[in-house]
């Protein structure tokens, strides 16, 4: 089993997650995909227009939110043109986009892979496969500098023969067979990038559709094997079926061969519950089934399948539980008081599975958080546990094995500072794994491009498998830490990459970077599209570690959810004030970006100190916080954000709530607001409507749209690279001195 969290902005239900990283951080930070564990995550069927709900009759934006609205439509084709126009016809745009593209498009980037049985499978995009390549080969071919791949399904000649724009959603496994080759999954092909997605049944081995397989429409759909003729199916079954967050609130049990209509209902959450989801453990041995309700983003209640019996599972309502073979694993989000012993949030405790199940609490603790220090993440190997600690933002790694009754640790010797990425190799459904110890490590930081490393628990050595190249030339140029201190005197750590030459003039054009909330850090990355559009050019990048992301673990984000979140823009304040005062930059060089939560931050912070900055990129952004619970996903992020509809916490939440806020009459720094159609996780009618009522005040802004792209904001690397290019256009027209 795995666990690790995100390193990039998210809006995604908490689970016992299983994979890193987002459609939006793409392009920010190398993904490694984690190997042998299904993707669990089920996200809510596509929206076209806003519920049925009562609405601020003051509003005469409502139109914006009909998604594939024609008058909505024109608005954005008009809006998008007159961007383009502006943007594009900067000197040098076309050569920042080639270059961007040159980089998305790169044949030198980590293939990075997922092990199923005896292959590793891969993902691969470039200019000739922009929707992707999915292809496998066996360890020792991934060895070699250039490895013989096998393409399974070419995504682009698909969408092609269909007549569909697939893009991948990832793919949900039987399980290997006695000869460790995995052939039966379900493949997620979503239309466009949308979170939604259609579920068919593939064969890897004859590298075809099953027919008359298991088919799933278009909707958020999660799916589990049970065996070879049944699944466990959470979608949207129809009136009734899905929770007010709009996802699955109904599992059930289908068979083979059979219409999904006669699928029998075995678990069900409530209609104001986030999701409900089940999930396999296959392990020989260890066989386990369990039903999840999440209860809103951080609080599930769990049930284990005994015979025909649910049996509730006993533990904190936020802590994150799972199993390891015989033992439990616990992780803390709140103090766990035990008889004489308290828990403290963030510790990960480990116990006997049977003991706990009959209402032993006896745990061992493997970590426990300190003012500096989180755990980061774990992953499991056949006999060891690999713990991923956060300290002062920077990674170690840690290695734990269980002998005779006790744990013993051993601190693994890892580059530092940077950012650590482990991935146990280990597939428990193998009767013999020659792979039982090892895991891939990537590393990563600033300035140095990211490496891939096999490593084997109990020993420090480790066979570099890949590394990107260098997409820039860092020679001169250095990474820093800061802190700035916030309104209420909490230090905050930050980054500073300075590009070659660069001195504290206040004179610098400097872009600020943030999160800050889902408990999500911000973790050191390489991007060679930053270095070759920003900091190659002469661009100040500062990455800001602000409350209410995870770098110090969950107290750090307590500290700035609900009645508190003021404090996360507080600290992105505070990081603005120290640059500025540092001389690192000054209010006229000085922009701002941030995506999904991190667009609602950037968009309160202008609206709150406007004299701060000159330019702000706002992404798939939250921006009117009276109606987010009503489109889409909103209603999933009301443990982060409240809900509008209670006037206490309406109290609070329109304080800062960027559509309400937004006055006529004042300056604010120009803006540009980035979305995307096709975005069915935050409704782009938040982007739409804040963009028409600034333009009604008459203030300053650029928008841009893209018609495709999910969450990500781009669909492929050509969509991206536009999108991209338009972005950095935008910052150097506002803050570059030429």
């Not at 993902?123 to 393409?151: C, F, H, V």
């Not at 083979?256 to 041995?285: H, I, M, N, Q, W």
């Not at 891939?440 to 066979?463: I, K």
């Not at 939250?622 to 209603?635: E, N, S, T």
Request: hydrophobic share 40%.
């Amino acid at each position: 089993m795995t666990r690790l969290r995100t390193t990039a902005s998210t809006l995604l239900p908490r689970r016992r997650l299983l994979q890193a990283g987002t459609a939006l951080a793409a392009s920010r930070t190398a993904q490694l995909v984690l190997p042998t564990l299904p993707l669990l995550l089920p996200t809510p069927a596509m929206s076209q227009s806003p519920a049925a709900t009562p609405v601020t009759p003051t509003d005469p934006y409502l139109w914006l939110e009909d998604v594939q609205g024609e008058r909505a439509l024109a608005w954005v084709r008009e809006r998008n043109e007159q961007s383009e126009a502006e943007l594009q016809a900067r000197p040098g745009f076309d050569q920042m986009r080639n270059d961007i593209r040159a980089v998305l498009d790169s044949k030198e980037q980590i293939p990075y892979v997922q092990r199923r049985g005896n292959f590793f499978y891969n993902l691969w995009k470039d200019a000739a496969n922009p929707r992707g390549l999915w292809r496998r080969t066996s360890l020792a071919e991934y060895r070699k500098q250039q490895p013989a791949w096998e393409t399974v399904l070419d995504l682009d000649a698909l969408g092609k023969a269909e007549k569909e724009n697939w893009v991948w959603g990832g793919a949900t496994w039987l399980g290997p067979d006695a000869q460790g080759l995995c052939s039966r999954c379900l493949l997620s092909l979503s239309r466009g990038g949308a979170d939604a997605s259609v579920v068919r049944e593939f064969d890897a081995s004859s590298k075809r559709f099953i027919d008359n397989g298991f088919v799933l429409p278009e909707a958020k759909s999660s799916v589990e094997w049970i065996d070879i003729d049944h699944l466990y199916v959470a979608t949207d079954f129809g009136p009734g079926s899905m929770t007010e967050s709009g996802y699955p609130r109904v599992v059930k049990r289908w068979q083979r061969g059979l219409p999904l209509a006669t699928a029998r209902t075995v678990f069900e959450a409530e209609v104001k519950d986030v999701y409900a989801y089940a999930s396999v453990d296959k392990t020989p041995g260890y066989e386990r089934t369990l039903f999840v309700r999440a209860l809103d983003f951080y609080n599930t209640r769990m049930q284990l399948l005994q015979g025909d019996r649910l049996v509730p599972i006993d533990k904190p309502s936020d802590a994150q539980l799972s199993f390891w073979r015989e033992r439990v694993l616990v992780e803390l989000r709140s103090d766990w008081k035990l008889g004489e012993t308290t828990w403290p949030r963030g510790s990960l405790l480990v116990g006997d599975a049977k003991a706990y199940l009959k209402g032993e609490r006896k745990f061992t603790a493997l970590f426990t958080p300190t003012a500096s220090r989180s755990l980061a993440g774990f992953t499991a190997t056949r006999g060891s546990l690999l713990l991923t600690v956060s300290d002062n933002v920077a990674s170690r790694l840690e290695e734990w094995t269980p002998s005779a009754g006790r744990w013993t640790k051993r601190d693994v010797k890892a580059p530092y500072p940077g950012t650590l990425s482990a991935g146990a190799l280990h597939d428990p459904l193998l009767k013999t794994d020659a792979l039982a110890e090892a895991y891939l490590l990537n590393v990563a930081d600033f300035l140095q491009p990211d490496s891939l490393q096999l490593g084997r628990t109990g020993s420090d050595e480790r066979e570099q498998l890949k590394s990107r190249p260098a997409f820039y030339d860092a020679t001169g140029m250095r990474a820093e830490q800061f802190f700035a201190t916030s309104q209420d005197g909490t230090r905050v750590p930050y980054f500073v990459i300075w590009p070659k030459g660069a001195k504290a003039d206040g004179d610098n054009p400097t872009l600020l970077y943030g999160y800050g909330g889902f408990e999500v850090p911000l973790n050191p990355w390489y991007s060679g599209v930053q270095g070759r559009a920003w900091t190659g050019l002469g661009g100040v990048f500062v990455l800001a570690n602000i409350r209410g992301g995870g770098e110090f673990g969950p107290g750090w984000h307590q500290s700035a959810i609900k009645a508190l979140k003021q404090k996360s823009y507080d600290d992105f304040a505070a990081v603005a004030e120290d640059l500025i005062a540092r001389k690192i930059t000054s209010p006229r060089r000085l922009g701002i970006q941030g995506g999904s939560n991190g667009g609602l931050l950037v968009g309160a912070v202008m609206l709150q100190r406007p004299e701060l900055f000159n330019a702000v990129v706002c992404q798939v952004p939250l921006l009117d916080m009276q109606r987010y619970h009503k489109l889409l996903a909103g209603a999933s992020w009301m443990a982060e954000y409240g809900d509008p509809d209670k006037p206490d916490e309406w109290r609070y939440i329109s304080a800062y709530s960027p559509y309400q806020n937004v006055k006529a009459g004042k300056t604010y720094p120009k803006v540009l607001f980035v979305t995307s159609t096709r975005d069915d996780r935050v409704h782009p009618g938040h982007a739409r409507k804040m963009a028409a009522r600034m333009l009604e005040q008459g203030h300053p802004l650029l928008y841009w749209e893209n018609i495709e792209g999910g969450h990500g904001g781009a669909a492929d690397n050509g969509q991206r690279a536009q999108m991209t290019a338009l972005e950095y256009a935008f910052l150097w027209k506002q803050l570059g001195k030429g």
